[in-house]
């Protein structure tokens, strides 16, 4: 009875190794090249195979994947400069840095470290790693993405000026300083280049 519950034993420990170790050997470079349809096939494949992780590194995989996720969805939304898009995808990268670091792991108990665990360990070093330095690119691209949205919330509210307003400021032959240094910055902020934002240019401008 011994000998057939050790037999049986052996044979799930084969059947673990045989089922998880691809699963590893197409996950670790994944987290190495930031491939987020890699990493996502590999966790999918890891749950439906029914393994079982205690060291960490699935959730140190998936926050990697979530923060790459939200940095590509930024930098579309700063492309389109899409003020709605830019909103959510600010929020949901902001979501993405706060949780980073936030997941709880139980520590591995003697005597269970073997060759699995112990690559599994290494891994989740290694993406946690590669995390930290994705989440730092992504904290400084959300400040870049809120200066766009800030910036596009500008001038939409400058192309929706009063007409007569404007017909009145393109009538000033010499403006008051002030006057000129708003209507240079305007223009900036409308993406002319800053060598034609010269006083005759600004006010005999019929693009605005």
Do not use: W
Not at 63 to 70: F, T
Not at 83 to 97: F, G, P, S
Not at 115 to 122: A, G, H, Q
């Amino acid at each position: 009875m011994m000998y057939y519950v050790l037999h049986k034993l052996k044979v799930r420990i084969i059947l673990y190794i045989t089922a998880e170790t691809p699963i590893l050997d197409r996950l670790e470079p994944a987290i190495q090249q930031h491939n987020p349809a890699q990493l996502e096939a590999s966790i999918s494949d890891y749950y439906s195979a029914g393994l079982t992780d205690d060291t960490g590194l699935l959730l140190e995989t998936e926050e990697l994947l979530a923060a790459l996720r939200a940095q590509k969805e930024l930098t579309a939304a700063m492309q389109k400069r899409d003020c709605k898009r830019l909103d959510e995808t600010i929020l949901a990268a902001e979501h993405a840095v706060s949780m980073s670091g936030k997941t709880t792991l139980q520590p591995i108990k003697a005597g269970r470290k073997d060759l699995l665990t112990s690559r599994r360990m290494e891994m989740k070093r290694r993406a946690a790693e590669e995390k930290r330095g994705v989440v730092q690119e992504l904290g400084y691209q959300i400040l870049d993405a809120d200066k766009v949205r800030r910036l596009e919330n500008l001038r939409h509210e400058v192309l929706q000026m009063n007409q007569s307003t404007i017909s009145e400021i393109r009538n000033y032959n010499h403006p008051p300083q002030l006057v000129h240094q708003v209507m240079v910055a305007t223009y900036l902020l409308l993406g002319v280049n800053e060598s034609e934002t010269q006083v005759r240019n600004i006010f005999l401008s019929s693009n605005i």
